[in-house]
């Protein structure tokens, strides 16, 4: 448990029961880091590109990691994804941390749509506590381990 510490996470989720079970889980396997929730597709573009209601915000700095889910209201995961990609190919600072689709779609259309727009990885919601500690431990020992989870800021 030791090295799964100093994370940051970002969860980008509207519905409250996921946030709250993603929460339980995450404060028993990760130690002294911090999750922002952000609730919709358009709030997290606010968020990573610090304008209108987060134009003050402090700057994330560390190790970063962002929980995408697909189906949101107002602007969906993969529009996000299109949206970062866009500004990527457009000379905009693109986005340096990894992106998890965590959705509970396990249809092979969102799978491919999300890798292709540049999604990490993408993982299906697990449907209970026990598979989703499992899931999500399994995943940051992975990318602690592989490297994917570097210092960057957004």
């Given at each position: 448990?030791?090295?799964?510490?100093?994370i940051?996470?970002?969860?980008?989720?509207?519905?409250?029961?996921?946030?709250?079970?993603?929460?339980?889980?995450?404060?028993?396997?990760?130690?002294?880091?911090?999750?922002?929730?952000?609730?919709?597709?358009?709030?997290?573009?606010?968020?990573?590109?610090?304008?209108?209601?987060?134009?003050?915000?402090?700057?994330?700095?560390?190790?970063?990691?962002?929980f995408?889910?697909?189906?949101?209201?107002?602007?969906?995961?993969?529009?996000?994804?299109?949206?970062?990609?866009?500004?990527?190919?457009?000379?905009?600072?693109?986005?340096?941390?990894?992106?998890?689709?965590?959705?509970?779609?396990q249809?092979?259309?969102?799978?491919?749509?999300?890798?292709?727009?540049?999604?990490?990885?993408?993982?299906?919601?697990?449907?209970?506590?026990?598979?989703?500690?499992?899931?999500?431990?399994?995943?940051?020992?992975?990318?602690?381990?592989?490297?994917?989870?570097?210092?960057?800021?957004?």
């Open positions: 448990m030791e090295q799964l510490s100093d940051q996470v970002i969860y980008v989720e509207d519905d409250e029961v996921d946030r709250h079970i993603f929460e339980l889980v995450l404060n028993k396997i990760l130690v002294n880091s911090r999750v922002t929730f952000i609730h919709n597709g358009e709030d997290f573009l606010d968020f990573y590109y610090r304008r209108n209601s987060y134009k003050n915000r402090e700057l994330c700095q560390g190790k970063i990691i962002i995408l889910d697909i189906n949101m209201p107002r602007l969906s995961g993969l529009d996000v994804l299109k949206k970062l990609s866009d500004a990527q190919i457009n000379g905009i600072e693109g986005l340096s941390p990894p992106i998890i689709m965590f959705s509970a779609s249809r092979d259309v969102d799978i491919s749509e999300s890798k292709r727009l540049g999604a990490t990885e993408y993982v299906v919601k697990p449907f209970s506590y026990q598979e989703m500690k499992a899931s999500l431990s399994a995943l940051f020992s992975r990318y602690l381990q592989s490297g994917k989870l570097k210092e960057t800021s957004i």
